[in-house]
Each structure stands twice: as structure tokens, then as C-alpha cells.
């Protein structure tokens, strides 16, 4: 099982709302990342967790957070977002530091 | 700060051609370099890692090198099909304490012709 599952697949929400994105894996995987897609554009990394730590913040606006709240889990909490945070939200994982990446396949957020 | 860069942009050939599409990187200290595909709205899919040890990798019609010396990576389609049409993606893991930073070129957007 290779598989990282993201839900939801498709969100709409205004820019008062509160929700949260989440990412699963089942493959013992240590590394976990969140990356933000534009059209046309490669993914751009946001977060990385390892052993359930935030390891990396590309810098990310404070209203977006993540959480691990396990290895399988990873979730990404959104509030106050702007229409320019609409973009593809792509969660990956990895066994280590050096090891092939996995993707899911993404959350589509529209902010209206 | 690593910069990969991919080339072409876009590349449009008759089905049953072999192509070659290049990656290039800036900073040599790499953990591995990944070639990924992307259809249109979807997520990404893994093709080939190759370790910042080795210089090639195989899958299929898929051959992947690596020049880690001077920061280039192919990968060579044999036989294409319009199957394969879609957005490649190379991606360098950079060391960075107990992760990496996983790096994206801009990709090449390959088109097929039947």
C-alpha cells in the first residue's frame, strides 16, 4: 500500500470560515509534508513534520496551521483565508529524509 | 538557495519517438532526485528516485540518470505514447536537519500526438 489519502477533494469556503484539510497514511511513514499548488506552477512546500514535529515553515501565513497529532495523521487548519490562498493542497510522505516521496491527490480549495 | 530548473517547458512530438527531458540543480547536496508525472487537476505520481549515489534508474520505458557533479538529470521516454502525455516533474531532497526539503522544477508539459 503506497497510498496517502486526502480529504476533502473538493472545498469551497468563505474567507470567515474555519476548516480543516486532512492527510492519512498507513505505511510507517516518519516524513509528512504540505504543499501548495497554483495552476501552471509546481508544488511550493509549506510544512514538514518528522516524527511528528514541525521540522520546516516555508515562512507560511499564520492562518494556516498544522497539526500531527499522530505518524498516520496530518492535518492542515485554515481560517481568515484570502480568494489567493485558492489553490491545490498537495499532503506527501516519506519513510525518511532520503527515501521516495508519496503524494495524495490534493485538496482543491476555493476561497470566495 | 537550490534552484531546479527544467527544460523545455513544453514539448509536443508524434507518438512512437523517444524524448529526453532535462533537470537541472544548483546545489550538489542532494539526498535523492525524484521524477514525478501530473495529469491535469490530479495529485502526483511517482516515477523514478534515484539516490544522490547512483547514476541511473529503470522502470520500464522510463530510464532516469543522474549527474550529481554537474547538477543535471534526464529522463529518457522510449517509444512514447499518447498515454504518456502529461506534466513531468523533477524534485531535489535537500538536506535539512532530521528532514528535507523536497525542491519542484517548473515542469515539462509533454504532449503526444496520435
Same mark, same amino acid.
Given at each position: 500500500d503506497t497510498e496517502v489519502t486526502q480529504t476533502p477533494k473538493h472545498l469551497v469556503m468563505g474567507m470567515t470560515n474555519k476548516k480543516s484539510l486532512k492527510c492519512e497514511q498507513?505505511?510507517?511513514?516518519?516524513?509528512?509534508?504540505?504543499?501548495?499548488?497554483?495552476?501552471?506552477?509546481?508544488?511550493?512546500?509549506?510544512f514538514v513534520?518528522?516524527?511528528?514535529?514541525?521540522?520546516?515553515?516555508?515562512?507560511?501565513?499564520?492562518?494556516?496551521?498544522?497539526?500531527?497529532?499522530?505518524?498516520?495523521?496530518?492535518?492542515?487548519?485554515?481560517?481568515?483565508?484570502?480568494?489567493?490562498?485558492?489553490?491545490?493542497?498537495?499532503?506527501?510522505?516519506?519513510?525518511?529524509?532520503?527515501?521516495?516521496?508519496?503524494?495524495?491527490?490534493?485538496?482543491?480549495?476555493?476561497v470566495v | 538557495k537550490q534552484e531546479v530548473t527544467q527544460i523545455p517547458a513544453a514539448l509536443s512530438v508524434p507518438e512512437g519517438e523517444n524524448l529526453v527531458l532535462n533537470c537541472s540543480f544548483t546545489d550538489s547536496a542532494i539526498y535523492n532526485l525524484q521524477w514525478f508525472r501530473q495529469d491535469p487537476g490530479k495529485g502526483l505520481t511517482s516515477l523514478l528516485l534515484i539516490q544522490s549515489s547512483q547514476r541511473e534508474q529503470t522502470s520500464g520505458r522510463l530510464n532516469a540518470s543522474l549527474d550529481?557533479?554537474?547538477?543535471?538529470? +534526464?529522463?529518457?521516454? %522510449? #517509444?512514447?505514447?499518447?498515454?504518456? /502525455? @502529461? +506534466?513531468?516533474?523533477? %524534485? #531535489?531532497?535537500?538536506?535539512?536537519? /532530521? @528532514?528535507?526539503?523536497?525542491?519542484?522544477?517548473?515542469g515539462t508539459r509533454l504532449s503526444i500526438r496520435p
Open positions: 498507513h505505511m510507517g511513514h516518519r516524513a509528512m509534508y504540505w504543499y501548495k499548488q497554483k495552476a501552471k506552477k509546481p508544488p511550493e512546500l509549506m513534520y518528522s516524527y511528528e514535529k514541525l521540522s520546516i515553515n516555508e515562512s507560511v501565513p499564520s492562518r494556516f496551521s498544522p497539526e500531527c497529532p499522530n505518524s498516520s495523521l496530518l492535518n492542515l487548519h485554515l481560517h481568515a483565508l484570502q480568494p489567493e490562498d485558492s489553490a491545490l493542497y498537495l499532503c506527501a510522505s516519506s519513510r525518511g529524509a532520503s527515501t521516495e516521496a508519496f503524494f495524495g491527490q490534493g485538496t482543491r480549495l476555493t | 550529481k557533479s554537474s547538477g543535471r538529470s +534526464t529522463l529518457y521516454i %522510449a #517509444a512514447s505514447q499518447p498515454g504518456d /502525455s @502529461a +506534466t513531468y516533474l523533477c %524534485a #531535489a531532497a535537500l538536506f535539512y536537519s /532530521s @528532514a528535507s526539503k523536497i525542491i519542484f522544477g517548473s
